[in-house]
């Protein structure tokens, strides 16, 4: 029980609450001489009650007027959950269809800026099936802390872990922007890792890998990674929004000259995150379908153990002290009737 | 004298049950309040780390200061507000996160206000009308104000051949142009991979004129004019681009041309006046909690019930008087 007031120099008025003590507020009877009246321990009891109650119903006003409420309490408990990093891939080919289109179907229908110029949208493009399913997915998870980072030819810091979760729906809804440059993907697996430092360790640690490319990874930056990942106890979850006709995580070159990270960064990649020692699921979805069971599948598994911590928003006592003073005054008022009248 | 004391007291006990009466029967009152809706979109190029701001008597970046400023300003909007950030460079911006509510919210928009780095620009350049344009055009029909911040420094410097056309935009958008920075030539910080500061740009590292399509000039004043291979002659363009400063006139411009109106930002409390512009507000009926009033007045007669009798300290205080031994 924390209790607070509002405006704490209301509570001043606490002092009315002592006039009860000097005046019983009753009508005053002559009588020859008091002391001839025998004490009477009943009579005394209950004016000692009629007092106790008008100082009450001051006091309850009082408290009632600074504005008394109980705290924000945050309870530790034990649920299923998970930490998840949304790391987005907003690179200008996202903004094409799974069959590697402009979402109106031309080939070509993009202006200097990348963006597409028609509003007609014959099918989705992977950029608004990934956030239509993201959504979903953030609704789903109603204990875990999401935070969503993005990257493109840099990374972009966007919300940190939250349990807000408006806040998360409100980052997804803003990738509906136009994306932005190039596929920069350690710098972006940087900064996902970067959201659990300064974070308890509980429950399962995921990044969320939403992509439609990948690009080698210099060695520095490998290297760098791999410590990253080991010390934060990441796991990693990549969905890859395969692009038809484009190479996938799971092809393997048909030519040896062809096997390097230069031609083909979606397998080098895969088989950097395999290396990486901590846990790994890698999920191709060539259409907005597979995406969502990929999504489902993450649902499913990680809900390990976490403690988190539930708020308990602000409670106003303001309007029990006024309902506590009402009836007391209503008493105080009932009994001035019973006041002997002569 | 009884009776009136009597209906005194009981008149007093019945008010005051009346006033709470009130106060559970009528506990809010609808109230206009002006709320605000903006998104801020913030310069993050280049120049924007130039150090020509005063805090705590510690030269600031400009992109620092903005930060800061747009962190305390956080805390002065009204609940039910929103904000939402964009970043821009190159020639376009790019949103972080639609508008949220700042008090449910404070948290994770002041986290990610405070996480803006000039490294999370996606490309170089830094052209400004263009920026501001597509930023107009990618947030037509959103209630939200633009807030564009910038310093105005275009680089490369933009050729006037080939201006950004806003008559698609202008009536359309409303918010703001916050100009950036001071209107004395500071030099620009240069930064290497690892992030570290490693001197200023020189003057040969930043192009002093756009070399993009036809030149504005008569091609008979251009030295060594050539249509095809040199449509800008063949001098070096020399300039103080590597230099910076707050174009203020060029912002004044573009907003006159776009529809918005322009400040320039000095400190915490000229920017809040400037954005507290009856333009950019909605009244929102708002719920008052006005219980106050009636338990006030319930207050006021139940302690005139209880008020010490007066003259009983007149009899005590002339007891006292008569208990002096008198000389």
């Known amino acids: ?342 | 004298m009884n009776h009136t004391l009597k209906d005194y007291r009981i008149g007093c006990l019945l008010l005051a049950l009346i006033a709470m009466l009130v106060l559970f029967m009528y506990p809010n009152k609808q109230q206009k309040m002006p709320t605000y809706n903006y998104t801020f979109i913030v310069d993050i190029t280049r120049s924007m780390n130039a150090t020509d701001y005063q805090q705590d008597n510690q030269a600031v970046s400009r992109l620092n200061f903005v930060k800061q400023t747009l962190r305390e300003l956080l805390q002065k909007l009204p609940c039910e507000s929103k904000v939402g950030l964009g970043l821009f460079t190159e020639r376009r911006s790019t949103l972080l996160f639609e508008p949220l509510e700042v008090c449910s919210a404070y948290t994770e928009i002041d986290t990610t206000i405070s996480k803006i780095d000039w490294r999370m620009a996606w490309a170089a350049d830094s052209n400004i009308a263009k920026g501001l344009l597509s930023t107009l055009e990618m947030l037509p029909k959103s209630e939200s104000s633009v807030i564009f911040i910038t310093d105005g420094q275009e680089a490369p410097p933009v050729n006037p051949n080939y201006q950004a056309d806003f008559s698609s935009v202008k009536g359309q958008a409303k918010g703001m142009i916050i100009g950036v920075g001071g209107l004395q030539s500071v030099p620009i910080p240069k930064f290497d991979s690892q992030g570290k500061q490693t001197g200023f740009y020189n003057p040969d590292d930043v192009p002093h004129r756009s070399s993009f399509g036809q030149s504005n000039l008569d091609p008979s004043q251009i030295k060594g004019y050539n249509a095809r291979n040199a449509p800008f002659g063949s001098e070096a363009a020399t300039g103080n681009e590597h230099l910076t400063s707050l174009h203020e006139t060029y912002l004044e411009k573009l907003g006159a041309e776009s529809g918005l109106s322009y400040a320039r930002l000095t400190d915490l409390q000229n920017l809040s006046q400037a954005l507290q512009n009856p333009k950019l507000a909605t009244e929102k009926v708002v719920q008052t909690d006005i219980r106050r009033q009636p338990a006030l007045l319930a207050l006021l007669l139940l302690s005139l019930v209880y008020l010490p009798k007066v003259y009983k300290f007149r009899r005590f205080f002339a007891r006292e008087r008569s208990l002096v031994p008198k000389l």
């Open chain 1, 1 to 342: 029980m924390n209790l607070a007031v509002n405006t704490p120099w209301a509570l001043s008025g606490l002092v009315l609450a002592l006039l009860p003590l000097f005046n019983n507020g009753m009508r005053s009877s002559p009588a020859p001489w008091t002391a001839l009246i025998p004490g009477d321990t009943l009579s005394a009891f209950v004016v000692c009650c009629l007092r106790l109650c008008a100082v009450a119903a001051i006091a309850g006003l009082v408290l009632g007027i600074a504005g008394l409420h109980r705290t924000e309490q945050s309870r530790e408990r034990i649920g299923h959950g998970a930490h998840i990093v949304l790391l987005l891939d907003r690179s200008s080919s996202m903004d094409n269809t799974f069959a590697g289109r402009a979402p109106n179907g031309v080939d070509d229908g993009k202006d200097a800026g990348g963006r597409a110029m028609h509003g007609a949208i014959a099918e989705e493009s992977k950029a608004t099936a990934a956030r239509r399913l993201l959504t979903d997915f953030v609704k789903q998870r109603q204990n875990d802390l999401i935070g969503v980072a993005e990257y493109s030819t840099s990374s972009l810091f966007v919300m940190p872990l939250t349990e807000n979760k408006n806040a998360v729906q409100a980052a997804i809804a803003a990738t509906a922007t136009p994306a932005l440059g190039f596929t920069h993907v350690s710098k972006g697996l940087g900064m996902a890792i970067s959201f659990f430092e300064q974070q308890p360790v509980t429950g399962s640690r995921i990044v969320l890998l939403v992509s439609d490319g990948a690009a080698a990874i210099d060695h520095d930056s490998e290297q760098k990674l791999r410590l990253w990942f080991k010390q934060q106890q990441v796991r990693l979850y990549w969905i890859f929004l395969r692009t038809a006709g484009s190479p996938g995580i799971f092809d393997q070159p048909e030519d040896s000259r062809a096997d390097n990270a230069g031609a083909m960064p979606e397998l080098y990649l895969h088989k950097f995150f395999l290396g990486l020692g901590s846990p790994y699921q890698a999920y191709e979805a060539e259409s907005p379908d597979a995406l969502k069971q990929a999504i489902a599948d993450i649902n499913q598994l990680e809900n390990l153990p976490m403690h988190y911590v539930e708020r308990i928003p602000k409670q106003d006592l303001s309007a029990v002290c006024y309902s506590i003073a009402a009836f007391l005054l209503l008493v105080l008022f009932g009994v001035k009737f019973c006041e002997v009248k002569r």
